[in-house]
């Protein structure tokens, strides 16, 4: 994990900024910290410590600063927070149409948590097949043992898994460890799901208008050889 993390614009740069959104949601099962995240992230010197469960969906926008190659651009950061209860799943489609990229969050307490949070991945892929999406365990600062070595220990369900190489085996682009309470890699997963999502945004509109300035090509249907039909209104096609 790199030390960068997300840097805010003031409300005077504010009005410097490009017309681009980055869009990006949340979502997992209930009580994976989904809120807890997109509020720390939001305002990062506040840590929302109440039990409020979200209903459908709740939106947090800020102006913050990306580097995309050599520039510092500033975005508004759109993060949409899905209510996880089961009912809700069917909303996921409507609710990632636009998404860049999502946060699949679960409470790193609980395997089941995480198996929950690998269905809403699955919705998601079926409506979104290009949103990048990062793994997230939350709640890190659950665990405060450390091995000889000094390193954390995991949870007990999380032992000898590489949980990195199975978000890729889910087509996520990578697996992180947070604490909202804490702010343990709070800003740095804020920071590297936003820059990707915006180069991939920017990249493919980029793509999007190279194939709109292609050439007209000639039909592929040969019209030459196609017969007036009556039709079922009686007119001819
Ligand atoms: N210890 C700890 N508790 C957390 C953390 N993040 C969230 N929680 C608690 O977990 C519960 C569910 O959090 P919430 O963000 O509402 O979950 P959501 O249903 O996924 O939106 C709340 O009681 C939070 O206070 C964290 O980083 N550490
Ligand atoms: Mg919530």
């Not at 740069?13 to 720390?40: F, Y």
């Not at 506040?46 to 947090?60: G, N, S």
């Not at 190279?210 to 039909?229: G, I, N, S």
Request: glycine letters at 6%.
């Amino acid at each position: 994990m790199g030390s960068r993390t997300l840097s805010y614009v003031d409300r005077d740069g504010e009005r410097l900024a490009e017309g681009r959104q980055v869009i990006l949601a949340a979502i997992g099962p209930p009580e994976a910290g989904k809120t807890t995240l997109l509020a720390r992230i939001h305002t990062p010197d506040e840590y929302l410590d109440k039990r409020v469960a979200t209903v459908a969906v709740d939106l947090f926008t800020r102006y913050v600063y990306v580097q995309y190659g050599v520039e510092r651009r500033i975005v508004q950061l759109q993060m949409k927070d899905c209510g996880g209860q089961e009912r809700f799943t069917h909303l996921v489609p409507a609710f990632c149409r636009n998404v860049h990229g999502a946060f699949v969050v679960f409470d790193s307490t609980s395997e089941r948590s995480y198996e929950a949070a690998l269905v809403w991945l699955a919705t998601l892929r079926r409506s979104s097949a290009g949103c990048l999406c990062v793994l997230v365990a939350a709640k890190y600062d659950l665990y405060e043992e450390r091995d000889a070595s000094g390193a954390l220990v995991r949870p007990q369900w999380m032992a000898g898994r590489s949980m990195n190489q199975e978000a890729v085996a889910h087509d996520c682009i990578g697996f992180r460890t947070v604490s909202s309470k804490t702010q343990l890699n709070v800003g740095a997963v804020a920071l590297e799901l936003t820059e990707l999502a915006y180069a991939k945004a920017v990249d493919d509109e980029s793509a999007a208008i190279e194939a709109d300035a292609r050439p007209l090509q000639t039909p592929t249907v040969d019209l030459a050889h196609r017969r007036p039909q009556a039709s079922k209104s009686g007119c001819e096609v």
